[in-house]
């Protein structure tokens, strides 16, 4: 099970950490001390598993709740910790998996690793449309999420091509008034951007193109009508030059 701890206090965390060191089936794959860092852990990681301080420097571990059912589609389980007294448990109970107290207990974590295996994972979601639905709207706009909170809302019609940056493992969206191209969530797929509107299409496995600015196609390099008329780096792939050729009529 993928993990993150997440604790303002980095000896505590790091004790937690060497106690799930003796369940095999746990891996801590990120170990943050903010809610913001850890959000960006969430979205970037989509963990099984989250060990959650109720008191972060920067926002309140209900929020946190809140927030992280909306990036992992409600399948990473919750277990919060906290030196609170018991009476105010309940509160949490209703939206976390379950609650340890400080100091953390051996058996009462026996207890909650084994009815972490006992219920099984949801699966993973795969690609079906619940990004594509985060991204439009009914109106023809786009909601870019260009971080785990932060969005941008840009009309389709100003897109021209979606692009995907290796460097940092995502797809950028490549829009008309923007100086640089606008990064997506990582959780985005090709699948996702072309089914948002048929006048996309797949170039190459890099590059997702607005059908309503191509030109031509001149030495299997694409051609645009302005504003982005100076884009000469979009090239045509071997295996979907046939699928760019059957949208249109040969005359």
């Known amino acids: 099970m993928k993990t ?14 060497e106690k799930l060191g003796r369940y095999p089936e746990i891996e801590v794959v990120a170990i943050e001390h903010s809610g913001l ?3 960006a852990s969430v979205s970037e990681f989509q963990p099984d598993l989250l060990f959650l301080d109720v008191q972060l420097p920067d926002i309140s571990g209900i929020d946190f709740l ?82 785990t909170i932060d969005f941008k809302l840009v009309d389709k019609r100003d897109i021209v091509l979606f692009q995907y940056n290796h460097e940092v493992r995502c797809w950028e969206a490549v829009v008309a008034g923007s100086k640089a191209p606008v990064r997506l969530k990582r959780t985005i797929k090709s699948t996702d951007l072309l089914g948002v509107d048929k006048q996309f299409m797949q170039v190459n496995q890099k590059f ?31 295996l979907y030059r046939k699928k760019l050729v059957e949208r249109f009529y040969c005359l």
Do not use: W
Not at 74 to 82: E, K, L
Not at 230 to 236: A, R, T
């Open 66 to 147: 809140e927030r992280v059912d909306s990036f992992t589609y409600g399948r990473c389980r919750v277990v919060m910790y906290t030196a609170y007294d018991e009476f105010v448990l309940p509160a949490f109970r209703k939206k976390a998996f379950d609650v340890l107290l400080k100091p953390i207990d051996d058996k009462e974590l026996d207890i909650i690793m084994q009815r972490l295996t006992e219920q099984p994972l949801l699966p993973t979601l795969q690609s079906d449309g619940r990004d594509q639905e985060e991204m439009v709207s009914d109106y023809g706009k786009f909601l870019l999420y260009t971080n």
């Open 37 to 39: 860092d850890g959000l």
């Open 4 to 17: 993150i701890i997440i604790d303002d206090n980095k000896q505590a965390a790091e004790k937690l950490k």
């Open 208 to 238: 997702i193109i607005n059908m309503n600015y191509l030109i031509e196609v001149v030495d299997n390099v694409c051609h645009f009508y302005p504003p982005f008329d100076g884009i000469s780096y979009v090239k045509v792939g071997r």
